[in-house]
């Protein structure tokens, strides 16, 4: 059992080579997601993190070899030694490492050294302690029935039989404090089967839980339509698997039936392969990431946001519509030049993928970051974008003409001259060798070169403001200050 948002930076070892941003980030994410508490994400990363990290660094796989390990188990481990106090986490190395973590070699040892420390934990809390301890909630078929877990022993005794880890002291807090209700689906001998854990403030399934952290029976979860049903503010979050169709049944998120509509979000993160519905609904938020091999809806409605993120991309998104903000696509690998056919979205973003070719866009702004398109004519067809941000784009030898834009940023192009540019109210050059600029060029705003190398400036150049950010300046041009001054500024170097 366990739930996550904050972070930890990635603990840097000594002598390591440093990690690009984007793997650094990328695992530091995985991690911690894991759990919410500094202390246990700290450990997580010298035990998993740690290990990723050298994946990467032989060539190999480190997604892969998360969606291998059940990381909220670790984390369950970690949360109970912390709470307990464990001998083990005060003796470190010379930089505060336990060395315990430290001389794992692979995942699997982690696994196994999570396993006894659970089985040692439950092996003196067998006893049933339900008086005064638990609370009946609700009747279900089949003579099973549920009931609310209320004390630090209740939560040991259906850790005890459930063999997983509720119990042993890492959930007491959160269960004293009534920041988390948790619940036992019982048979008719009293014998647990299912164990849930809610949020209660937010209304979130964080975990269900079958016998040893497995995936509860479909039996179980098809008994507990009712009491998800008399609860309507309930979600569920990735790791339980599970989500809410339109008849608010629970539908495993790895066998969804075509036309699915979700009530909530779908949120999906490690495994090996998921596939997804031909046609799919989702009412609010959709996030799936880190997982090895996605094949893709040909239909996707989206209510709320859309993120994919490390992700390796199968088929193809014919008609996508994305009703909130924005839809990311994040360290993304395909063999078609496109995963998207046709796009309906306020904002795209497009950040280290195998994308070559632009799709069919209905946006509002859209940015593209580390990828190998060379095609960008596809943007010709917008009028009144309020942004296009374009950066490390090896292949691009040129921008399309494109209408009048709100801000314009160009982030490490091997373009050198500009023979043309939109009328923009703010333009960015960051990062960049420029030649030539077109002349009468006109920014409403302010004009910005950020550790640029400028040639010179454009002849007709119309500015409201001009900045330049670690960069040397050239002389501007008398028409160039002329504009400046007439707006009451002065051109600005930091």
Not at 5 to 32: E, F, H, M, W
Not at 406 to 425: S, T, V
Request: include cysteine.
């Amino acid at each position: 059992m366990s739930n996550a948002p904050p972070c930890v930076k990635l603990a840097k070892q000594r002598g390591s080579t440093a990690l690009s941003k984007t793997i650094n980030q990328q695992v530091t994410d995985y991690v911690c997601g894991l759990d919410t508490d500094s202390r246990v994400q700290l450990l997580l990363t010298y035990c998993l993190g740690r290990l990723f990290v050298k994946e990467h660094g032989r060539g190999g796989d480190w997604r892969g070899l998360a969606a291998s390990v059940d990381g909220s188990h670790i984390a369950d481990w970690l949360r109970a030694a912390v709470a307990n106090g464990d001998p083990w986490l005060d003796h470190v190395d010379e930089l505060a490492r336990p060395k315990k973590l430290m001389k794992f070699g692979k995942v699997e040892q982690v696994t196994a050294e999570a396993d006894k420390a659970m089985a040692k934990a439950n092996q003196t809390k067998i006893a049933h302690v339900a008086d005064g301890n638990e609370e009946f909630v609700m009747e279900l078929e089949n003579g099973l029935y549920v009931v609310r877990l209320l004390t630090p022993e209740a939560l040991d005794y259906e850790s005890s039989i459930m063999q997983h880890c509720i119990g042993n002291g890492g959930y007491d807090a959160a269960l004293e404090s009534g920041e988390r209700q948790f619940f036992s689906v019982r048979g008719v001998t009293g014998k647990p089967h299912v164990t849930i854990d809610i949020d209660t403030e937010s209304g979130w399934v964080a975990e269900m839980k079958g016998k040893q952290n497995a995936q509860p029976h479909p039996a179980y979860v098809e008994a507990l339509t009712p009491f998800f049903r008399s609860r309507p503010n309930l979600r569920f979050l990735r790791n339980t698997g599970l989500v809410f169709d339109q008849s608010r049944r629970l539908v495993h998120v790895r066998s969804l039936p075509d036309g699915t509509v979700i009530e909530g979000d779908l949120r999906i993160g490690g495994g090996d392969n998921l596939v997804l519905p031909k046609n799919l609904t989702v009412k609010g938020d959709v996030e799936i990431t880190f997982i090895k091999k996605v094949t893709l809806p040909q239909t996707l409605t989206v209510g709320g946001t859309l993120m994919f993120e490390g992700c390796e991309l199968a088929g193809k998104i014919e008609n996508l519509t994305v009703n909130g903000w924005s839809a990311f696509f994040a360290d993304i690998t395909h063999t078609t030049p496109s995963f998207l056919g046709k796009v309906s979205v306020e904002h795209l973003g497009l950040s280290n993928t195998k994308t070559t070719e632009l799709p069919e866009l209905n946006v509002k702004s859209i940015a593209i970051e580390e990828c190998p398109i060379s095609d960008l004519s596809a943007l010709a067809k917008h009028e009144g974008l309020t942004l296009l941000r374009l950066t490390a784009l090896p292949n691009i030898t040129e921008v399309p003409a494109i209408g009048t834009i709100g801000n314009l940023e160009f982030c490490e192009l091997p373009i050198r001259d500009f023979h043309a540019l939109p009328n923009a109210e703010e333009i960015l050059f960051a990062k960049m060798e420029i030649g030539r600029l077109p002349e009468n060029l006109s920014v409403s705003g302010t004009l910005t070169f950020a550790n640029c190398k400028i040639e010179a400036l454009p002849h007709g150049l119309t500015v409201g403001n001009i900045a330049f950010i670690e960069t040397e300046a050239p002389e501007f041009t008398s028409d160039a200050i002329g504009i400046a001054a007439k707006q009451g500024r002065r051109p600005a170097t930091f």
